[in-house]
Structures are given as structure tokens and as C-alpha cells.
């Protein structure tokens, strides 16, 4: 299917997330000196540590990940006039749900970040799998916006696993999971 028949197949999916991007300060103009390192830190859980402290109150974390950008392989919050440094453990959104909706044979899937950030996994929001170096294991990863990755859950990781199609590769089988007409490798059937 062409590319423009899936949007509109699919326009009410596509207008969720475009709902939950409509709130976002507009931090891809804004440009301020660095202002320095702040001691706050987003964990492989998307758990926002400040201080060594848990930043638990939902409203503070929806603010900061709405004013977080990504620039030259690191992470800052920013203002017009501020610029702060953070450090991201994997990735700074954490990908707790999904939602799969299929029609006429194909279908849409929907990443919910613990933050309310939607967004449906195509090619403006690719998903690939990165592994860990020193453990091997399987780091799953979908842009969000503008650079800003988010970490899926092991849950909803085995989740696509288990809807996932197995394709014979030189190597074995490798498993794919197909959304927007698109086709995204989740690793090896092994």
C-alpha cells in the first residue's frame, strides 16, 4: 500500500500522536549558551533521578521531557535562556505500552511513553534493536522526536516478539514486526 493510503487509513492513530505533540515548546529554536551540568539523570527505566533522588511527581517529569533536547550525542533541558547538561543511562523516554491496530491487512503500532508521549512506529519513527556490548542483551529503541529516543519495556519488547513474523536470513530466522507498511527487525528467532 502506498505510503499516503496508510495515513489516511490510519489518520485517527496518526491524530493522537499528533495531539500529544501539539502542547511542545518549540526547543528546536531555541539556542542559549550552556548554562552548565545539572545532577539529574534519566535511568534505563525512564526514572528521573535528581540528586539521587527519584523525581516523582508526574507534572514535573511530563515538563522536563517536554523541554529536553538532544544535540551533538548529548542530552539538555533548555529554556529561551538557559541551557542545563544531562546525562541519559539509554534513553531519555521509557516505552511502557502499545497499541496495535490493523485494517485491510495492515496495521499501525502505537508506542505510549510513561511520559503520554505517542507515537506510531513508521518511517518518521523508526524502531531498531541496539544490543548492550558487554552483555549482549537487546536494547530496543524508536525515535520519538528530534533525536529523542525511547527505550522499549522488556514487556512490551517480548509483546512484539510474540506477534512478531519469522523470515529466514543467512543465518536462521530473524523476527520482524511490520507497522505503516514498514517492516522492523526485532532481532534473531534463536
Known sequence: MIAEDLDKLFSDVLSQQDQSRQSLPPVHRWNPELS???????????????????????????????????????????????????????????????DMNTRRGEQAITCITSTGDNVVIGKDHPLWVDYNTSTGEPMPLVMIRDGLTGLLSRNVYYQLVSLADAKHAVKGKQLYVSSMGQQFLLGDAA
Not at 507534572?59 to 521531557?65: D, E, N
Open 36 to 98: 552548565g551540568d545539572m545532577d539529574l539523570v534519566i535511568d534505563r527505566e525512564g526514572r528521573w533521578i535528581h540528586e539521587g533522588g527519584e523525581i516523582k511527581r508526574t507534572p514535573l517529569v511530563k515538563l522536563f521531557a517536554s523541554i529536553l533536547k538532544y544535540e551533538e550525542g548529548e542530552h539538555f533541558l533548555v529554556s529561551p535562556v538557559e541551557k542545563w547538561r544531562i546525562k541519559v543511562v539509554v534513553a531519555p523516554f521509557f516505552i511502557t505500552s502499545f
